[in-house]
């Protein structure tokens, strides 16, 4: 599985280049959230999405914001699958379950960078392989891990209602998640 990891982190899912550059790429490179100067870069290069910029930095703003409680109802997802933390549960012993939730925080963070640059379709092909190979190697819960991501959607969605954002921003990263669900089909 080492290996797999370290192919992974070589060619990530996520289409760095190809999904608006230098900001994504740095933010990516620090396994971290965008910042204000990200968000500024991305607003100046050029975008597929017919939605306004400054309506995806809004949303992508407050996901930020509420990611650790976007997070905790991705984390109540997986609760609710019986025995998840036990001996011989998925997510067993207690360090499968930290990494379970630092993923959710990187799909949050993924879904955030391209709802930014209005590209849904984030992906890298090579990069999904890989990802599925790790999975599949580390025997991860398929099923608590697709329905923590609908928890980080839901959550998501209701932080953008709750605040007023613009359908069409909200759509958006709606395309991304639906995309994310897609790339953790691998059954």
């Known amino acids: 599985a080492k290996e797999i990891l370290f192919r992974l982190i070589k060619r990530p899912m996520l289409d760095v280049e190809r999904v608006a550059g230098g900001a994504l790429k740095k933010a990516w490179e620090g396994q971290r959230y965008l910042t204000t100067d990200d968000l500024d870069q991305i607003g100046v290069s050029p975008s597929k999405s017919s939605v306004p910029f400054n309506d995806r930095r809004t949303l992508v703003t407050l996901m ?25 549960g998925g997510l067993y012993p207690p360090i499968r379950a930290e990494r379970c939730l630092k993923d959710f925080h990187s799909f949050l963070q993924v879904v955030c960078y391209a709802t930014a640059a209005g590209e849904s379709s984030f992906s890298h092909p090579e990069g999904v392989t890989i990802l599925r ?55």
């Open 64 to 88: 930020q914001q509420n990611n650790e409680a976007i997070v905790a109802e991705a984390k109540s997802k997986v609760d609710a699958f019986p025995g998840i933390y036990e001996e011989g």
């Open 133 to 187: 190979q790790l999975y599949t190697a580390m025997d991860v819960p398929f099923d608590p891990m697709v329905e923590g991501v609908k928890g980080l959607r839901d959550a998501s969605k209701q932080i953008a209602t709750e605040n007023g954002v613009p359908i069409t921003a909200w759509d958006e990263a709606d395309r991304s998640f639906e995309h994310l669900l897609e790339v953790l089909k691998f059954r």
